[in-house]
């Protein structure tokens, strides 16, 4: 494989096993103004503000991986809607969109600051926002984000669309949960042009709850929709884990990620990287390197070095299990990681 492409240019990222990495996740906060019941435990521990990069040192970082062949840069967290002036990150990170390098800027949303951010996140060049609801219903969704007003979510989807932002659903499957309500929230979503995927939950997070009872898997639930619908496999490549399928009597998109009953490393080209300049490079796995000592005590070179370690120690697969009785190979919560 070129690694390099032009003299002078930086080497491309590419792990041990010749996967190419173009799209970096970065977790802005851990922390949110909801606590989904398949996200993080009721009173988390969020980590020590001091801990946090600055969003200059972010910043740096994310040139760092551009520099290094990363094509695409997702926000998310956590919210990354509450990070207090993620606005400045977002519109510096946007304003780098379209020169050699970035070529988009995207985030995952939990919908609720939208009302007051979408107008904005469009203007700084976002296109396309991911937004997860896992429920139409009130009280159902009040149940899994303990507290949440899915009025306001629907308020925020809204306006992102009316500020011209593409939206996509995303949905955490839930046995017995929102199982049964996701034909509806489907319909609506397709009705007001959204696509949605859904998610296998995965155990990621010690959250004080039976990862086994909260699993129902997606081949299931697509048997069940085949009952009432005829679906239609695409062969859309979004270069990401969704199987993507047109419902023909909605006429819309549904992905399906599958994590657990269809497995997609092979083709993986993404890592994570917190708030704190922790990188992972699997989301299922425990090993890191360290982003912020590397910055701070080391500058550009010392980061290049650490990106190399990464690549070298990225692994083949996530080893997820949700069986009866199995322990979560990843302790951090989601939200820590970037989901
Ligand atoms: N707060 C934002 C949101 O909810 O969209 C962004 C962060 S959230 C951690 C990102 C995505 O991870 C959401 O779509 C959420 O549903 C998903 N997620 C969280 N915990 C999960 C789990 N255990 N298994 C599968 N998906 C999960
Ligand atoms: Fe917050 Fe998103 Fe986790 Fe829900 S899934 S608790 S909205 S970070």
């Known amino acids: 494989m070129d690694r390099t492409s032009h003299i002078g240019e930086k080497p491309k990222l590419i792990d041990q096993f010749g996967r190419q990495i173009t799209y970096l996740r970065l977790s802005v906060t851990d922390r949110c103004d909801l606590r989904c019941v398949y996200c993080m435990k009721a009173r988390p521990d969020f980590l020590p503000k001091p801990d946090l990069l600055t969003l200059e040192e972010l910043t740096v970082l994310c040139d760092a991986f551009i520099a290094r062949g990363v094509t695409k840069i997702r926000l998310t967290g956590g919210e990354p809607l509450v990070r207090r002036d993620i606005l400045t990150l977002i519109e510096n990170l946007g304003a780098r969109i379209g020169k050699p390098g970035l070529k988009e800027l995207c985030l995952t949303t939990n919908a609720t600051q939208l009302p007051k951010y979408a107008g904005r996140l469009a203007a700084a060049g976002i296109k396309r926002l991911n937004v997860s609801l896992d429920t139409l219903d009130p009280d159902v969704f009040s149940q899994l984000t303990r507290g949440g007003k899915v009025e306001q979510t629907l308020a925020g989807i809204a306006a992102a669309k009316a500020a011209g932002l593409h939206v996509k659903i995303n949905a955490v499957t839930l046995k017995d949960r929102n199982d049964a309500h996701l034909p509806d929230l ?7 042009g959204h696509d949605v995927s859904l998610i296998e939950v995965m155990p990621v997070g010690e959250i004080g709850a039976d990862r086994s009872a909260q699993f129902v898997s997606l081949l299931d639930i697509r048997q069940q929709f085949e009952s009432h619908w005829t679906l239609t496999d695409l062969p859309d490549d979004t270069g990401g884990p969704s199987r ?28 994570r990287m917190t708030c704190t300049g922790e990188l992972f490079m699997c989301l299922g796995q425990n090993g890191s390197v360290d982003l912020k000592a590397a910055m701070r005590d080391g500058g550009p070179d010392a980061v290049d070095r650490a990106l190399d370690r990464a690549m070298a120690t990225k692994p083949l697969q996530h080893e997820f299990d949700v069986s009866p009785g199995a322990k979560s190979t990843v302790a951090r919560d989601m939200a ?4």
């Open 186 to 192: 489907i319909r609506w979503a397709h009705d007001e």
């Open 244 to 271: 993507y399928v047109r419902i023909e009597e909605t006429g819309g998109r549904l992905g399906f990620i599958s994590p657990l009953t269809g497995n997609f490393c092979a083709g993986c080209n993404r890592v």
């Open 336 to 339: 820590r990681t970037g989901g």
